[in-house]
């Protein structure tokens, strides 16, 4: 394997390293921009976030142990959440719509009400000014750990940015994890569409505007750059 952060488990301490997820979307639109080896280099941790992916990976370079990890309720969220619950970690999100990171927010508070969450914001900004204060503004809050959901690559450089500011915490990316909370509560998944790693289609069926050209133009294309050995991971 190419990129040598791709991992399936980690010992989670939340100690200052930043993860962030690869499903078959956004590891296209990493190679679109030319960022694959950056993300690659400067982040801790890089989870797989699909079955399909993980499947392609095992099959291309004949590997076994490698897990689908992924920034939602079925996986790593609740880790997350409790894990710094109990050692009394400061939270800080930043994502989704001016229009649903409250209720997303709430959503979270009412699962984990004893989440020291010391602030939140929408991941939309006017103009770079705005981005460069908004980085600089967490990080003099200081919080222990940041959850972005902005989509990639926004989010991934954006906790990127936020440490070359001076922040030592620990950031995870988490995708469309606050839109879904918003609008669906803390758990987004059916239990058995989720065993039977049914979690694509299910979303297909709630949100298929968004996701219609992502399963079925996107990743077909991704797919082929992958086996031709055209994006490196």
């Known amino acids: 394997m190419k990129c ?20 078959p979307y956004s ?21 797989i ?7 392609a990976i095992q099959f291309k370079y004949k590997m076994n142990k490698l897990a689908r990890v992924s920034f ?11 894990l710094a619950q109990q050692s009394g970690k400061s939270v800080y999100f930043i994502g989704t719509k001016k229009t649903l990171i409250d209720k997303s ?43 972005a959901g902005m989509g990639t690559p926004l989010q991934e450089l954006f906790l990127l940015d936020l440490r070359d500011s001076g922040w030592l915490g620990a950031g995870f990316t988490c995708g469309g994890f606050l ?24 979303r297909l069926y709630k949100e298929p505007r968004r996701l219609f050209k992502r399963y079925f133009y996107i990743y077909p294309k991704f797919f082929l750059k992958f086996f031709k050995g055209d994006i490196p991971i």
């Open 4 to 23: 040598k952060k791709i991992v399936s488990n980690v010992n989670l301490n939340l100690d200052g390293s930043i993860t962030t997820f690869i499903n």
């Open 27 to 47: 590891a296209y639109i990493l190679y679109e921009y030319n960022l694959i080896k950056k993300i690659c280099e400067n982040f801790d941790y890089i989870f």
């Open 49 to 55: 976030d699909g079955i399909a992916l993980v499947k």
């Open 72 to 82: 939602d309720m079925t996986s790593l969220a609740p880790i997350v959440f409790n």
């Open 105 to 147: 927010i709430r959503n979270i508070k009412t699962a984990y009400p004893q989440l020291k969450i010391i602030g939140y914001r929408h991941g939309y900004f006017r103009d770079k000014e705005e981005y460069k204060s908004v980085v600089n503004m967490v990080r003099d809050i200081n919080p222990d750990v940041v959850i």
């Open 179 to 202: 839109e879904q909370t918003a609008i669906a509560g803390i758990k987004y998944y059916p239990d058995l569409l989720n065993k039977l790693h049914l979690r694509w289609l299910y």
